[in-house]
């Protein structure tokens, strides 16, 4: 078992703007890979055009991650990133099972369009 498993956070966050279509799912995967953070998770489209992520890792991590969600790539206006704490234990758990062995990357499920 990871030993930091018990610090870490689980966090969904809903971004609003425009995140679609601006290559916003991309960018955020990128610049957790580049800038080396320990987060697993997705990243996906919704229907009502708004982009949601599922986050697990330490707060620090996180806190870096939630300072990029604002900004995107360059052709994104983020209007609001929604933060909710899984607080649930039972999701929690689940969460961490799902994503134990997954980096974080884009998921294409449910999403309107592929960019």
Same mark, same amino acid.
């Given at each position: 078992m990871n030993q930091y498993l018990f610090d870490e956070q689980? +966090? !969904?966050? +809903?971004? @609003?703007? !425009? +995140?679609?279509?601006v290559s916003y799912r991309k960018s955020v995967e990128k610049f957790v890979r580049l800038q080396n953070?320990? #987060?697993?998770?997705?990243? !996906? *489209?919704?229907?009502?055009? *708004?982009?949601?992520?599922r986050a697990i890792g330490q707060s @620090?991590?996180?806190? #870096?991650?939630? /300072?990029?969600? %604002? @900004?995107?790539? #360059?052709l994104a206006r983020v209007d609001k990133v929604a933060i909710v704490l899984v607080n649930n234990e039972l999701d929690?758990?689940? %969460?961490?099972?799902?994503?134990? /062995? *997954?980096?974080f990357a884009i998921s294409y499920e449910d999403s309107m369009e592929q960019d």
């Open positions: 689980c +966090v !969904r966050y +809903v971004i @609003s703007g !425009r +995140v679609q279509g953070l320990a #987060i697993r998770g997705d990243i !996906r *489209n919704l229907p009502d055009g *708004n982009v949601e992520v @620090s991590d996180l806190k #870096i991650l939630e /300072q990029y969600l %604002w @900004s995107g790539p #360059i929690k758990k689940k %969460w961490k099972e799902f994503f134990e /062995q *997954n980096p």
